[in-house]
């Protein structure tokens, strides 16, 4: 049931981390409630973390999604009491809500769930939820593993390739990262990295602390907390020099500007950790359970989204139930500077203007886009937008009006929003709304390149596949929809995020395979940026999702 990216159930083993992520024993049913065998019951616990948590918690209090607390008290303003929850929806209900979707942003789930898991799911968020443990310091070291000892990295490229025009593609559901050669288009590498994972990120050029070959290693994220680290230098074959877990369920990881740290946020427990970026070994903990805008205390206050600061020595935090921005400061990491910047709920991904001194951020559940001053530290504006905006790694671009904007798509409907982002050069636009743009589909994703004439949206959240199958192309000069463009019209696959090649000559468009994850019918249908044509594909790829270009990335280019 999440808003975000979906994806067929994983059946095989998930490991230790997963079970005590789920808890070991079924929770009891609420008295004469509804209840589950423990078969039934496990085997939901299970789908409600890979489906639902990420949007609804862990704890089930709802953040981008709604609550799905069995029992939900509201005070009114005349002091009466109102109570909601999943009981009240009641079992029918419920069952038509996972199966159908709804309009503001929750896919349906009739095509990924059989209908008896279904049935169990509405079943089980009526249900207590079960709470998980927590993870120390002392159980992250004991999961780091070495694959190539760090001594015997090599010192040049072992391939002979151009490695900054390389692809890396997730390869979500058989939990894998594929490694593509933007060149010759050939796959070279399906390399095993955490369950589901979320984000990679590379080794970044940076303002301030410049470190060695700049997108040479990456580090990935995965749903069950696993962080890997990638070194493209490598044959195929050892690409993967090591792993950490950090949490049980995780989104993000980021790279210090200096090259030295890796820092990865967790969902659960709600913390983040800093790790050697060299030897993979885990160094800090640090706890985000807080007190939020509203003046609450929150237990389940995510680390959402974590982002390397261009040109200071500092890491942007989201810490997503908090609606704080947490700029952390790893020159020292024994006395660990955190400035804390209130914003709004509830924080999600986000990504720098051209200058990398202002980090733009959703905060969904507000319908706002947050901005952060990341020189001075502080709140610098918030922007209204559509419902739930969701820009992904975001695009910036020069309007002919507005001068230097950013935008983004939406969940909750098809919009996209365009900002003014150039306070200095465009003071009358900046921060404020130069124009939207009516899609056909709410989406997940934007994006362009300096070089292109257009930024691209995907609608991969509509409940209408062809819609989901289809992209739009938007032209930069007009705000007009040039063209629609059809990724695909089989079946259970979908239309989903963009990654420009190193010069921007060409667009990458996942095909994802949803309905048939586990196997090699995912695709890259490549497009000319210019003509907008299809001239050519990647075939034999698992439910590829997110791409990142290895030039693109650590040189900045959104």
């Known amino acids: 049931m ?7 159930k ?29 078969e039934a019951f496990e085997a939901s616990k299970q789908l409600y973390f890979e489906r639902c948590a990420g949007c609804h918690g862990v704890l089930r209090k709802g953040a981008t999604g709604k609550s799905l607390e069995p029992v939900v008290k509201s005070k009114n303003a005349d002091g009466t009491v109102t109570e909601s929850g999943t009981l009240k929806l009641g079992q029918e209900r419920l069952e038509k809500i996972i ?12 095509d990924i769930m059989t209908e008896q898991e279904i049935k169990d799911m509405a079943t089980y968020i009526q249900m207590d939820p079960p709470k998980p443990p927590e993870m120390s310091l002392a159980q992250m070291k004991e999961t780091r593993k070495v694959y190539v000892e760090e001594a015997d990295y090599p010192t040049e490229p072992l391939h002979g390739r151009n490695w900054e025009n390389f692809f890396v593609v997730i390869e979500r559901d058989v939990g894998k990262v594929a490694v593509i050669d933007g060149d010759t288009k050939e796959v070279l590498a399906h390399i095993p990295t955490g369950y589901a994972v979320h984000v990679l990120k590379a080794s970044e050029h940076h303002k301030v602390t410049e470190p060695e070959n700049p997108g040479r290693f990456w580090y990935t994220m995965g749903r069950d907390g696993k962080m890997t680290k990638i070194d493209l230098w490598q044959t195929p074959d050892k690409m993967l020099v090591s792993e950490v877990s950090i949490g049980y369920d995780a989104r993000d990881v980021a790279v210090s500007g200096d090259g030295k740290y890796v820092i990865g946020g967790a969902y659960w427990p709600p913390h983040f950790a800093i790790v050697d970026a060299m030897t993979m070994e885990p160094l800090k903990v640090v706890s985000t359970r ?14 959402a989204a974590i982002y390397t600061t261009p040109n200071e020595t500092s890491w942007i935090v989201a810490v997503k139930e908090l609606g704080q921005l947490w700029q952390v400061d790893y020159s020292d990491l024994d006395n660990l500077r955190i400035d804390k910047i209130n914003s709004a709920k509830f924080l999600h991904d986000g990504f720098f203007d051209p200058t990398g001194r202002y980090f733009q951020i959703a905060a969904n559940a507000s319908n706002k886009m947050v901005v ?7 709140l610098e504006a918030m922007i209204d937008t559509a419902p739930l905006p969701h820009p992904g790694p975001g695009a910036n671009w020069d309007d002919p009006n507005c001068g230097p904007v950013a935008g983004t798509t939406h969940l909750g409907e098809g919009t996209v929003t365009v900002w003014g982002n150039d306070p200095e050069g465009h003071p009358d636009q900046a921060w404020k709304t130069c124009y939207e743009v009516e899609t056909d589909g709410a989406g997940l994703f934007i994006r362009t390149h300096p070089n292109s004439d257009y930024y691209w949206a995907d609608q991969t959240k509509h409940p209408e596949v062809e819609v989901q199958q289809s992209v739009q192309v938007i032209s930069k000069e007009t705000g007009e929809i040039v063209k629609t463009i059809q990724i695909t019209e089989e079946e259970g696959n979908v239309a989903v995020h963009f990654e420009f090649n190193k010069d921007g000559t060409e667009v990458w468009v996942s095909k994802w395979n949803r309905a048939t994850s586990k196997e090699p019918n995912g695709e890259m249908v490549i497009y000319d940026a210019k003509t907008l044509e299809e001239i050519g594909r990647v075939k034999g790829l698992y439910a590829p999702t997110g791409k990142f270009n290895v030039y693109n990335r650590s040189n900045h280019v959104t």
């Open 2 to 8: 999440s808003l975000g990216i979906t994806y067929k």
């Open 10 to 38: 994983s059946r095989r083993a998930l490991g230790v981390g997963f079970a005590l992520l789920l808890g070991s024993a079924a929770a009891p049913a609420l008295a004469e409630g509804p209840s589950l065998s423990e």
């Open 99 to 110: 199966a159908w979707g709804t309009e503001g942003g929750m896919n349906n789930f009739s």
């Open 290 to 303: 807080g007190v939020n805008v509203d003046g609450d205390y929150v237990e389940e206050a995510r680390v």
């Open 372 to 378: 952060v001053d990341t020189k001075e530290r502080k």
